[in-house]
């Protein structure tokens, strides 16, 4: 039976707005009231999934920054796995070879070596992917705008972050080349202490080996008693592989997947666009309720 649905976001749990839907609220409320337990699982940090959580009243644990943190439903720190400034410092020195954008990723606030203009710039077309059904007028309106201009610090080199002794858990990088980002993540790949995997078509996020989701998620449902055949989880893009390609007792790949995640997953749902998440749980809670 299940006891614990975990959800990645932006393509699975939020339609193509990256908004959470009435509908998507009321399937989980009524999973949570069935006694399940339900988590998000997320590139994302926590800021940014309060974003869309805080005011649907939805209580979760929150697995944030692709498996580098893990937090409660009081939002206190269970876990976190921080890069060792050596390894970022390695990993610098091979993206400053692409012409990529780089933010470091601390939980508290991201980190850019460039300048304002440089981070504007990079800011647009980062979001103009991520909002590809939105003008630039109506994207530096959104939420995501504003908050990635006010958390983001601007740092003249990667110096600044050794004399600041930042703790960084990870390392987004974006490029609107896909075969730049094709032969670039093929190179980070190499490297085994490193998780590299992508959330859009134009990023890389780049984490400790030990921070990917499934595993992250398996270690933090059997800390709390639960068993793997007891979780269902959902993706739909390479940072989910992790996860949906582990042993749980229901992997389900969005209608929109990527094909590898459509191949690793035990079952396949709705698109993000059909409401694919709240379709599957009414479906499970209509057969516990048979």
């Keep these: 039976m299940i006891k614990v649905i975990a959800s990645d976001m932006d393509g699975t749990l939020l339609g193509d707005d990256h908004r959470l839907a009435p509908r998507t609220v009321q399937a989980i409320r009524r999973a949570c009231d069935a ?20 005011g649907t009243g939805l209580v979760c644990d929150y697995i944030v920054g692709s498996g580098a943190e893990v937090r409660d439903p009081q939002q206190n ?12 410092e390695e990993i610098y020195n091979v993206l400053r070879n692409y012409p990529v954008s780089t933010i470091f990723m601390t939980g508290e606030c991201d980190y850019s070596i460039g300048t304002p203009e440089t981070l504007e710039e990079d800011m647009r077309q ?13 994207i530096l309106e959104t939420e995501m705008y504003r908050h990635m201009k006010e958390s983001t610090r601007i740092i003249p080199d990667f110096q600044a972050l050794k004399d600041g002794k930042i703790n960084v858990y990870k390392i987004f990088t974006f490029c609107c080349d896909t075969e730049v980002l094709g032969e670039l993540g093929r190179q980070l790949r ?13 990023n890389l996020e780049i984490t400790d080996a030990r921070a990917q989701k499934g595993p992250v998620l398996k270690g ?13 989880a959902f993706g739909d893009s390479m940072n989910d592989y992790s ?22 997953a035990k079952y396949l749902t709705k698109t993000n666009e059909e409401y ?11 057969r516990r309720d048979n």
Excluded: H, W
């Design 35 to 54: 006694g399940i337990r339900f988590m998000i699982a997320t590139g994302r940090d926590l800021n940014g999934v309060k974003q869309e959580l805080d």
């Design 77 to 88: 720190i269970i876990s976190r796995v921080q890069m060792d400034m050596g390894m970022c």
């Design 126 to 138: 980062n979001l103009s992917v991520f909002y590809s059904n939105l003008t630039m007028e109506e």
């Design 190 to 202: 190499k490297d085994e202490r490193l998780a590299v995997a992508s959330s859009l078509v134009n």
């Design 220 to 232: 933090y449902i059997e800390s709390l008693g639960y068993t793997m055949d007891e979780v269902m």
């Design 243 to 264: 996860m949906l390609s582990m042993d749980f007792g229901a992997t389900v790949a969005m209608g929109n997947s990527e094909p590898e995640i459509i191949k690793a």
């Design 276 to 286: 694919g998440v709240a379709y599957t749980i009414e479906e499970m809670l209509k």
